[in-house]
């Protein structure tokens, strides 16, 4: 938190360019999975780490893990309130939405339990994201199986395009430990490790998505258009508040 | 508070315009915590010194510059060394207010398995109250409050405050991370505020004054919370119920 400065000193354009430098944005990338490193050390035991993570680092991580609790808080919304009427419509949907579902609630929990143990603060907007998610399902999945499909179409390439960017950002940190020959430490090497696979099943999710009619939407273009540029909206708004 | 920088840091935070320098300093506190490591310590060693033999002439002297300067001689340095602590009285009354906080951890350990979230944050904040006791500043904690009251002083403060609820929040094991996340800590630093300004005028023996006051506190902000949770409640019992009833009439929803 910067000290209080006089209000002529805060509203220099120094000071408001030193501002703006110091705010990173989420990386996200949509290149696949396939091309990402695979250092060696995400797979040797590690001992603990003795030299601390840099400021950049810590924020980073903060608002990374606070923006995919959210995330998960919306998915596990999403497939609660999408449920009801899908399944009415369409029972033998019944044991794929189960099982989307589940993994999300792990996903969630996952997250929760990495926020509380590193005293990460939640985000602010948790009662509104918690109205948006559940309008969203609800509305997408009364307008039919098709409609459904594609909202959680866009909501995963949002996501997997998300956790890509991450994982990305936290292996060329370990590349950098690597080099340096420092010691990697048990946190890191986790928290990558469950984020790849948390990519993965929300990817496999993806897929389950497009196998099950989700191009099919009526105004699919709109529709997805509309909910992807609706979910990089509220990265950006989380990672901020 | 300082944090530690490599020299490639320093010596771009020193090269910038004066007035800039501050927000090229950053605090890496209320961020991602982690366990492999230890925090630096948030006072560098001279400060320490001096800050920590001030506070013990605070019983007699008061927050003030004299204390201060009392400290600076008495650990070695020179009289001008006061001018590290460029607010004055109010960075010896940061000093107890960090340090307090940072050993809370160590003065208070939990053994029973059984003892609900409720009742550790209860020994916590009388721990954190008996610490102000054992650090004989409770007589001037009054003094200490206005200069915290200082409109400069405020913003500093009431980070200290909500540090605090943080820390006794995280050491009662509370594990929410949703919007009772904000309410929690936000509940704790009002009544940890108000029983801290309690103490200062109570005469009882053993502070059981301020004790009762606390469950007093306590007992209200359990009430609030509850009334209002329940309420939510039954409010989201009503909409589930509507919801089901019309879609078992075979509306659409």
Known sequence: MAPLLPIRARLSPLAFQLRARNVRTIISSSASPATEPEPESLDKPQSTRRKPLSIEQKKFLDKALRVNQA????????????????????????PLMKH???????????????LARHRIRPTVLYPVWSVAATVLGWGTGVMGREAAMACTEAVETEIGEH????????????????GKGEVLGEELQDLVKQIRRIRDEELEHLDHAVENDAKEANPYELLTGLIRVGCRGAIWVTEKV | MTAVMSPMALRNVLRAPAAIRPFLVQSPRSLYHSYEHNEPPPYRDAE?????SALAHVPTHGFTLEALSLGAQESG?????????PKGAFDLVKYHLVTQRIGLKDRIQFTDERMGVG????????ERLRANVDAGVVGRWQEALALMSLGENIPRSLKELSDLSDEIWFLAGDLSVDTSWYTKRATLA???????IYQTTDQSTEYRDTEQFLDRRLEESRVAGSAVGNTLQWVGFQGGAMVNLLRSKGVRI
Request: no cysteine; charged share 20%; proline share 4%.
């Open chain 1, 71 to 94: 995330g998960e808080l919306a998915a596990t919304l999403i497939y609660t309130s999408q449920t009801p009427p899908i399944t009415k419509a369409h029972p033998h949907l019944r």
């Open chain 1, 100 to 114: 989307m579902y589940d993994q999300e609630a792990g996903h969630f929990k996952y997250f929760n339990s990495i």
């Open chain 1, 163 to 178: 956790y890509n960017g991450q994982v990305r950002e936290l292996l060329a940190w370990v590349k950098e430990i690597e």
């Open chain 2, 48 to 52: 320490s010194a001096i800050l920590s």
């Open chain 2, 77 to 85: 340095y020179r009289d001008i060394s006061t001018n590290l602590f």
């Open chain 2, 119 to 126: 009742r550790k944050v209860r020994s916590l904040v009388l």
């Open chain 2, 190 to 196: 009002g009544i940890y505020a108000a029983t801290e």
